[in-house]
């Protein structure tokens, strides 16, 4: 059985299938040569992530395909049910990297409140003459401890957020479109565990109104979550980041909440007009900017390549 990671694929996963006698493919082939490979090598797995697309004019082309996987959660740069449709299993890796997109919405998030993602910036270039002024143009920061955090969407990511939320002292609230209650244990390092059970909410505008942060964790969708509707209901001084998808944020109505004063600072992995963003989004103090890092964590990576390992050596052993 031949395996092509046309996006790579963690060492550990390369290994796994090795072991199980699998042949892994170690090429890199463009999107307008993949059908022409697959074909002359009767590829049986293409593995991808978010760089290769997976249409159905692909998997019309490549009738040896028995399993397309993704690297990761989402699976918007694959034609899921059509796939499926031709008989071919569709896997995906849905909680490998919940953990490191989390830990990057607090990365950003500390950056924010401490301003150390605009002081990184005039450090190198005022630090040596301006010391003291900026010293004093940064003295506003915040803690996270005790202030109120809004989860929008409650999947692995968003658990883990909440999760980590908790364990820095912040008010909890998730806001979801159908009603949940879930349990989340935080397990700690001499084997103590506590559960925190959580019901979600559906009303926004009340969600909205007292959030101190607000982190974003939804598939893409069909027009905007926050738009400038959703700015005007916000609290003042709002920090807000967005891990999930570009286009979940109306990014122009985001920059003008910002100057308004009604959103402290924003933190962006993911952008509309990916891989291009907008230079005025590039260019703004006020936003942490990330090029979608958030799963891209040598940890992550390494569960993301076992667990498609093993999805793929139970199905041929069946």
Same mark, same amino acid.
């Given at each position: ?11 550990? $996963? ?19 040569? %993949? ?98 002024? %900026? ?19 409650? $999947? ?104 308004? $004063? ?26 942490? %900017?990330?090029?979608? %890092? ?25």
């Amino acid at each position: 059985m031949k395996i092509l990671a046309n996006d790579g694929i963690s060492q550990a $996963g390369e290994n796994a299938l090795k072991e199980a006698g699998l042949q892994l493919l170690e090429h890199k082939v463009a999107q307008e040569q %993949l059908a022409p490979f697959i074909n002359e090598h009767q590829v049986d797995v293409l593995l991808v992530r978010s760089a290769t697309q997976v249409r159905k004019e692909l998997i019309d082309a490549c009738p040896s395909l028995k399993i397309i996987g993704r690297g990761g959660i989402g699976m918007d740069n694959i034609d899921v049910e059509y796939a499926r449709a031709k008989g071919i299993l569709v896997i995906n890796t849905p909680t490998a990297s919940s953990r490191s997109v989390a830990e990057m919405v607090f990365a950003h998030f500390f950056s924010l409140a401490r301003f150390l993602h605009e002081s990184n910036r005039t450090m190198p270039l005022e630090g040596e003459l301006k010391f003291s002024e %900026l010293k004093k143009s940064y003295s506003k920061a915040v803690e996270l401890q005790g202030k109120n955090l809004g989860i929008i969407g409650f $999947g692995s990511i968003g658990k883990e957020v909440a999760k980590m939320g908790i364990a820095l002292g912040m008010n909890i609230e998730i806001f979801t479109r159908t009603p949940r209650t879930e349990t989340l244990t935080l397990n700690f390092m001499d084997g103590q565990a506590v559960h925190f059970e959580i019901s979600t909410t559906q009303d926004l505008q009340a969600f909205l109104s007292n959030k101190d942060f607000i982190s974003l964790h939804t598939p893409k969708s069909e027009g905007y979550i926050i738009d400038q509707n959703q700015f005007e209901q916000m609290k003042d001084g709002v920090f807000i980041a967005n891990t999930a998808r570009g286009g979940v944020i109306n990014e122009v109505a985001l920059l003008d909440a910002i100057e308004s $004063g009604k959103v402290a600072g924003a933190a962006l992995d993911v952008f509309e007009n990916e891989p291009h963003p907008e230079l005025a989004l590039l260019m703004h103090p006020q936003l942490s %900017l990330s090029p979608h %890092l958030g799963g891209n964590t040598m940890d992550a990576q390494e569960k993301i390549g076992t667990e498609l390992a093993a999805q793929i050596i139970q199905f041929f052993k069946n």
